[in-house]
């Protein structure tokens, strides 16, 4: 007779399997002052715009949200050209990447991604019973020839971070073509262009065109970087109007709280701020990547705000410590399976100079101790 008292709820197969995400850091014990550039945050915050309307809207908490929030889906149509039906919005483009995982893939189906692509594709992969398949990248970039020998009948979902998280390269939009015409009709690409505000290369496209020429690509974009709204978790994914009614099936019903949806509609209309970040971006990625190899360590080009810094053996560790130390948080890129790296976000100009007199202190004393 079964023991009901001693019994213990299970998870379905593969759950505890998981390796959980783990954010930046964001605390440096015993540092007078911190510069958290760990996270790829904007240091310029949120636009006063959407700080003043999250202010508005924090006066009637007692009232559910939009349900669809129509009032960001309009604004998003309106800002890019899109029907406001294709976009489903949610908490961060994490749920909207669950999502499309929850309703695509089921036990003993694949999901493709690149090696070094974001941590939460296999979570979300593994999560829904399927099996991420991991492609070795070419020189730190998604590999397009490599990605599609390894689609097999049972891949139901690729996806592709681009730019992509942490590297910081980037696909031209005809090798992101190239990918998609490789696919079988019933597979769906998942195009994951959290940084697309970042790049400004000619040949890249976030892709928009894509998702409205097909029916099996989605987009996903995120206010959690170039709009400094991290904070407020809030994503939105343009896709074609199958992929869209599923979603809209399936997410909770009010998945976006009314404060974000006000601060990212907000947003929208302030170019003036999103311009300034860009600018601010540009310059001190280029001072950063040049005055840390002039110290001596790698720099992968970045189009996004983020810098991956390479580190002879046993070095990104001990160079961690040291900066953390002074107050300086990076991330760690073990998870990533690059252990010999160090991620570094674009801060502000005190915190840029800082990191850069820092690794140079570093430098010295590694030459010194030999």
């Known amino acids: 007779m079964t023991n009901f008292a001693s019994a213990t709820p299970v998870p379905r197969p593969g759950v505890l399997d998981i390796e959980a995400y783990s954010p930046g850091k964001s605390a440096a014990p015993g540092a007078r002052k911190i510069h958290k550039l ?37 604004a998003l149509a309106n800002r890019y050209g899109l029907h406001a039906d294709n976009i489903v919005c949610g908490s961060g483009s994490d749920e909207l990447l669950s999502l499309l995982a929850q309703a695509y893939l089921k036990d003993g189906d694949e999901a493709v991604h690149s090696a070094h692509g974001f941590l939460v594709y296999p979570i979300v992969i593994r999560a829904n019973g399927a099996r991420p398949v991991s492609v070795p990248e070419k020189q730190l970039r998604a590999d397009v020839t490599a990605m599609l020998n390894r689609v097999t009948e049972r891949t139901k979902i690729v996806f ?14 005809d090798e992101v073509r190239r ?19 970042y790049v400004r290369q000619n040949d890249y496209e976030a892709g928009v065109e894509l998702v409205s020429n097909f029916k099996n690509v989605v987009m996903l974009r995120t206010f959690s970087k170039i709009y400094g709204l991290a904070g407020l978790r809030i994503g939105w994914a343009y896709c074609p109007p199958e992929v869209a009614d599923a979603l809209n099936r399936i997410r909770g019903a009010f998945n976006v709280n009314g404060p974000a949806i006000a601060a990212a509609t907000a947003a929208l209309h302030d170019a003036s701020h999103v311009e300034r970040a860009i ?38 560790a001990r160079a961690d410590d040291f ?12 998870a990533y399976s690059l252990p010999h790296a160090l991620r570094l976000t674009v801060g502000s100009e005190e915190a840029n100079r800082a990191v850069v007199e820092a690794l140079s202190e570093f430098a010295k004393t590694k030459q010194k101790n030999g």
């Open 38 to 74: 760990s996270s790829n945050e904007s240091p310029l915050g949120p636009s006063p715009r959407s700080v003043q309307a999250f202010k508005q809207v924090s006066e009637s908490l007692e009232r559910y949200p939009d349900g669809s929030a129509a009032p960001l889906r309009e």
């Open 160 to 173: 592709l971070a681009n730019p992509n998280n942490p590297t910081g390269t980037y696909l031209p939009i």
């Open 179 to 197: 990918l998609h015409a490789g696919l079988p009709a019933g597979t769906l690409l998942v195009l994951d262009a959290a940084y697309a505000e």
């Open 323 to 334: 900066l953390l130390s002074r107050g300086l948080i990076l991330r760690r890129m073990e």
């Open 279 to 316: 600018e601010h971006n540009n310059r001190w990625i280029a001072f950063l990547a040049q005055e840390i190899e002039k110290i001596g360590y790698s720099v992968t080009p970045s189009v996004g705000n983020f810098l991956l810094i390479r580190f002879p053996e046993g070095d990104a």
